[in-house]
């Protein structure tokens, strides 16, 4: 399968921790997006970080990529409970402009 | 004024029957798609077209039959419903279609019962 994998499936911290989860691919790509889904609702993209780059910020994120390992994390600090959702890496593998989806970390943020 | 909007957000029908999803975007991408999430949140690929030509079609049942009749409108019909359509749908679009350099942009889903 080509299917990303994440790990852990499920992770619950408490509110001001850090979060880290992580993403491993199979094959070359072009690029990783990380996007957060609420229950209920759509997908939304968060951040993206090319082939060519080794890590990228925004705001409260962190995504490091390295290719040779085939992998990425994505790393929020300082959390809050509107963090609470599912975490999915999506990773870009060649010209078809599809994007090839991870298994998903679902995310608990407690108070 | 929402980016990607899906039409219905719920669907519930019985087994055999004929239904269809419709999307629309107003970003002015010229990449939409149709992915399916099943019960355990897996997200995966149906179709993709870039300017209405049909760029990705994975495999699915031809049952399932998409239509583009512009750039900014791309429907999803699926003909003898089964238990095992049962899902969520997403429309999603992006800007650019040799590979997308900046994210998708999904529609709040279609959560598709059949019974």
């Known amino acids: 399968s080509q299917q990303g994998e994440e790990d852990p499936q499920a992770l619950s911290i408490q509110e001001g921790e850090n979060a880290t989860m992580n993403c491993s691919y199979k094959?070359?790509?072009?690029?990783l997006q990380w996007y957060r889904q609420n229950s209920g609702r759509g997908l939304v993209h968060l951040i993206l970080?090319?082939?060519?780059?080794r890590e990228k910020h925004s705001g409260r994120l962190r995504v490091t990529l390295d290719t040779s390992k085939k992998s990425s994390s994505l790393l929020i600090t300082a959390s809050r409970a509107a963090d609470t959702a599912s975490y999915f890496c999506?990773?870009?593998?060649?010209?078809?402009?599809?994007?090839?989806f991870g298994t998903g970390t679902r995310l608990q943020v407690t108070l | 004024d929402t980016a990607v909007s899906q039409t219905p957000k719920y669907l519930v029908t019985q087994m055999g029957n004929d239904k269809s999803i419709k999307c629309e975007q107003n970003?002015?991408?010229?990449?939409m798609y149709w992915y399916k999430q099943d019960s355990k949140k897996f997200l995966k690929i149906m179709f993709s077209?870039?300017?209405?030509?049909?760029?990705i079609n994975e495999t699915v049942p031809n049952r399932f039959s998409p239509k583009s009749p512009d750039k900014a409108h791309l429907n999803l019909h699926i003909n003898s419903l089964e238990l095992g359509d049962s899902a969520v749908y997403f429309c999603?679009?992006?800007?650019?279609?040799?590979?997308?350099?900046?994210?998708?942009?999904f529609g709040s889903g279609t959560r598709l019962t059949v019974v």
């Open positions: 970003l002015g991408h010229d990449t």
């Open positions: 077209y870039n300017n209405k030509e049909l760029i």
């Open positions: 999506a990773f870009n593998t060649g010209t078809a402009s599809k994007l090839t």
């Open positions: 999603a679009s992006s800007q650019g279609g040799a590979g997308p350099t900046y994210g998708y942009t």
């Open positions: 094959t070359s790509i072009n690029n």
């Open positions: 970080i090319r082939s060519n780059e």
